[in-house]
Structure formats: structure tokens, C-alpha cells
């Protein structure tokens, strides 16, 4: 499983390919797809390896893929990565799938809870362009503003799709104190939610 790690290319080959990171990781999304249609024993050896090898750029499309598969083997999966030490990515996406997935458990009180720490944050924040051996430096510990931005609006999307009290009060209570930019999105989601 260890070639899933992108390794750096030579600043000339990067010259040659300007987005070969993006192509790489594009590749790396449709393999992860592919496997998902293999029995699932196969799909839970690698979803399990990037969640512990913290495959940051993987985690909201295997999560997507889970959710596909609410079966209890990717439930226990999920909620084996719920307390990962160094990995709020991690945790955070685990946690919004087992809410959405409807387990019991305090899943969308911490979805809640995230949403409104994170109010201030802007839902369309893109990240700045870098350099390959930039981007190489980040850890583990970092959330970039495009996690935080996807993790958000995936967290919002959620409660809005709950459609219960206490989900359209959060979103409520979001619209009110969040950025300015974000209220319109958030506006359309609290429709939908009301629908």
C-alpha cells in the first residue's frame, strides 16, 4: 500500500507536467473508486491504510465511499478513527459520516459543535497556490482552509439534511453569526432543510 505516498518529482519534471500532482491525485480518487467495487474485505484493507497513514487528500472522497457502504465492518472502521491522536481531518470526517449514517451516539452534537466553532470560517476559501516541496511540508496537524472550507460545508450540508430542530437551530444560529460571504449558501441550505 505504500505506493499511495506522492512522491516528489524533479522541479523539471514538474516544469514539464505544470499539474501532475493534481493528475496523480485524480488517479489515486479513481483507483480508491475501483476498489470500492471489490468485495468489501479488499476496500476495508485500504480504507484502512489511509486513514492510518493519514492520506489527507484521500479522506473526504473514501468517506463518500463509506457512506456507500453503511455496513458494520465500515462502521466499526469509522469509529475506530474517531480518536485518532494528530489526525483532526481524520476524526472529524469519521464523525460526520457516522452522523449521517444515523449511529447513535453524540455524532451530530460534535457535527454541530464543529459547524459552530467553525462559523467565522469562510465556506469558499481557496488555498493558495504552492510549490510541490511546500505543500509536501504540511502535517498532519494542519488543517488547510480547503479542508476546513470542504469539512464545513460537508458538516452544514448534513445537519441541513437531518431536517430536525435542532439541526435548522444550528444552521439558524450560524446564519446570524457567521461571515458575511457565507450567509447565502447557508441561507440555501436552511431552505432545503425546511423542505
Known sequence: ????????????????????????LRAQEALL????????DYFLILAEEILANRE???IPTLIQLCLQKPEQPVVELLEGHLQDPGAPLVRNYCNLALAKIERKGPYREYLKEWALRLRKHHLLEFREQLS??????EGPLSL??????????????????????????TLIGLMRDTHPLNRLPLAGLLLRATN
Not at 3 to 23: A, F, G, Y
Not at 132 to 137: G, L, R
Open 1 to 24: 500500500m505504500h505506493s499511495w505516498k506522492i512522491l516528489s518529482p524533479t522541479s523539471e519534471l514538474e516544469r514539464q507536467i505544470p499539474h501532475l500532482r493534481e493528475l496523480a
Open 33 to 40: 473508486r475501483k476498489v470500492a467495487d471489490l468485495p468489501l
Open 144 to 169: 488547510t482552509p480547503q479542508d476546513k472550507s470542504q469539512l464545513l460545508v460537508d458538516s452544514v450540508e448534513a445537519l441541513a439534511s437531518f431536517s430536525d430542530q435542532e439541526g435548522i437551530e
Open 56 to 58: 489527507t487528500h484521500l
Open 132 to 137: 510541490w516541496s511546500e505543500t509536501m511540508d
